[in-house]
């Protein structure tokens, strides 16, 4: 069992940055692997990027390539998402999952945090 909690959403202006950070308590943390997907009003969750248990592979989907940066602090138990050149499109509730099998499905969820980027 693991529980997560993410933080750093808010309203920022296309173009600019922010840096979510999600908290994990629970069993061991660098056994899981870890992702964050998102879900915009009136759309499905999507995901956006994930990162293997020792931060050794990354993967991410083509629209935010280039663009954000997942990372995780085994010592601090907490994984983030940077992202910067933020648009609109990318407003959305975020949230950040893991998963203890690394072909598996995620699991465990946290509780969302709002990004909401303005024109």
């Known amino acids: 069992q693991v529980q997560l909690v993410e933080s750093g959403g808010g309203l920022v202006q296309a173009g600019g940055s922010l840096r979510l950070s999600c908290a994990a308590s629970g069993r061991t943390f660098s056994s899981f692997g870890l992702g964050w997907f998102r879900q915009a009003p009136g759309k499905e969750r999507e995901f956006v990027a994930r990162?293997?248990?020792?931060?050794?592979?990354?993967y991410y989907a083509d629209s935010v390539k280039g663009r954000f940066t997942i990372s995780r602090d085994n010592a601090k138990n907490t994984v983030y998402l940077q992202m910067n050149s933020l648009k609109p499109e990318d407003t959305a509730v975020y949230y950040c999952?893991?998963?203890?099998?690394?072909?598996?499905?995620?699991?465990?969820w946290g509780q969302g945090t709002q990004v909401t980027v303005s024109s």
């Open positions: 990162i293997s248990r020792m931060g050794v592979y990354t």
């Open positions: 999952a893991a998963r203890g099998d690394p072909m598996g499905s995620f699991d465990y």
